[in-house]
C-alpha cells in the first residue's frame, strides 16, 4: 500500500488550493509547517468537513452526505465507507494522540501521521507502519497550534517541520460535527479490536450518523456530536470470520447507556481519557460474516438524540 501520509498530502493540497470555496484558511508557521484552520477562525462549512474527514482516513475511504429524519424532523447524515477498515480507521482515523505542549496547548490528534509513530497496540494488530517525508496530523482543538505543536509532531514522526501539515477544528464547529459524524465505523471496528478479533478480519465497514448540530459551547458539542453516534450512529460490517462477541461493539452493551454524554463527561470530572472506553460505540451493528450468519446487534434512540440535539 502507498504511503498514507503522502496520499494525505493530496488532498491538503485540495484544501489549500480550493481554501476560499471551502471557507477554510491555511497558513505557514515560521518554522516551515503548515496550519490549515477547518473550523477554529474558519468558517469551514459540511463540504470542508467532508474534506477533512477524507484527509484522517487518507483517502481510503468514500464520504457523502444524506437526507433522512430524526424524530420525524429532517436531519443530515454523513455516510462512510471503506474496503480497507483496518488502516484506513484504525491505523489513521482514529483519535489516537494527545498533543500537549509546556505552553499550554492541548490538543487532540488523528490521521496518518500516527502511523509514522506506531506507538499504540492497533499498529502491531493491523502490521502497518508507514514511512514518508510528510505528515499529516489533524488536530482537534479550541486553539491554532504553533511552532512548538509542529516540532513536537516533526520529532516524534521523524520528519522535518516543513513537512509537517495540521489541519484544526473545534468539536462544536461544522467541520468538527461532521468528521465526527463519520467516525461510527470507526468505533465499532476499534470495538471489535478492543473485545479481541483481528482488525483484519474486517473485510469492509460502512458507517452512517447524525450531523450535530454545531455549537461554539464546546462542552455541550462534546455531548452531541458523541450522543450522534452512541445513539444514533449505524454500521455495517463484512467480516471473514465469525465471533460470539459482537454484541460487545455497540453502545447498549455499555453500562452508562441510556445517559446523554455530557452526564457521562461530567461523571469523569471532565477529563476525556477517564471516560469507560466502553461508551465510545455505534448505537447499532449488523455484521455480515462471508459463508456465515449476519447479525444486528444495538439500537437507535431518536428520543434521547432529539434532547440532546435540542428539538423543540
Not at 44 to 55: N, P, S
Not at 224 to 245: F, K, P, S
Not at 249 to 273: L, R
Request: aromatic share 8%; proline share 4%.
Amino acid at each position: 500500500m502507498e504511503s498514507i501520509n503522502r496520499t494525505a498530502i493530496e488532498l491538503v493540497d485540495e484544501a489549500l488550493d480550493f481554501a476560499g470555496e471551502l471557507d477554510v484558511v491555511g497558513y505557514e508557521l515560521d518554522n516551515g509547517a503548515t496550519v490549515v484552520d477547518f473550523g477554529i477562525d474558519a468558517a469551514g462549512g459540511v463540504e470542508a468537513g467532508l474534506l477533512l474527514a477524507e484527509i484522517q482516513t487518507a483517502g481510503l475511504a468514500n464520504l457523502q452526505t444524506r437526507m433522512g429524519t430524526l424524530a420525524g424532523a429532517p436531519r443530515q447524515y454523513v455516510e462512510l465507507s471503506t474496503d480497507h477498515p483496518a488502516v484506513a480507521l484504525l491505523c489513521s482515523q482514529k483519535a489516537g494522540w494527545e498533543v500537549t505542549t509546556e505552553s499550554g496547548f492541548e490538543g487532540l490528534g488523528s490521521g496518518p501521521a500516527r502511523a509514522l509513530v506506531g506507538r499504540e497496540a492497533e499498529f502491531e494488530r493491523v502490521g502497518y507502519y508507514d514511512s514518508s517525508e510528510f505528515a499529516t496530523l489533524a488536530i482537534e482543538s479550541t486553539t491554532l497550534p504553533d511552532e512548538e505543536v509542529a516540532e513536537q509532531v516533526a520529532e516524534l514522526a521523524e520528519v522535518d517541520t516543513d513537512g509537517v501539515f495540521l489541519p484544526t477544528f473545534a468539536t462544536g464547529s461544522t467541520a468538527g460535527s461532521v468528521t465526527t459524524a463519520a467516525r461510527a465505523a470507526e468505533l465499532a471496528v476499534f470495538r471489535l479490536l478492543e473485545v479481541g478479533y483481528e482488525p483484519t478480519d474486517v473485510l469492509h465497514a460502512s458507517g452512517s450518523a447524525p450531523l450535530a448540530p454545531p455549537t461554539r459551547d464546546e462542552t455541550e458539542a462534546m455531548g452531541r456530536t458523541n450522543d450522534a453516534l452512541a445513539y444514533g450512529g449505524e454500521v455495517h460490517l463484512q467480516v471473514a470470520r465469525d465471533d460470539d462477541r459482537f454484541s460487545e461493539i455497540v453502545s447498549t452493551a455499555s453500562e452508562e447507556y441510556g445517559t446523554p454524554f455530557v452526564e457521562v463527561f461530567e461523571d469523569a470530572d471532565w477529563d476525556f481519557y477517564d471516560v469507560p472506553e466502553s461508551v465510545f460505540a455505534p448505537a447499532q451493528v449488523t455484521v455480515d460474516v462471508v459463508d456465515g450468519p449476519v447479525y444486528t446487534v444495538g439500537d437507535t434512540d431518536e428520543e434521547l438524540l432529539a434532547e440532546s440535539f435540542g428539538y423543540r
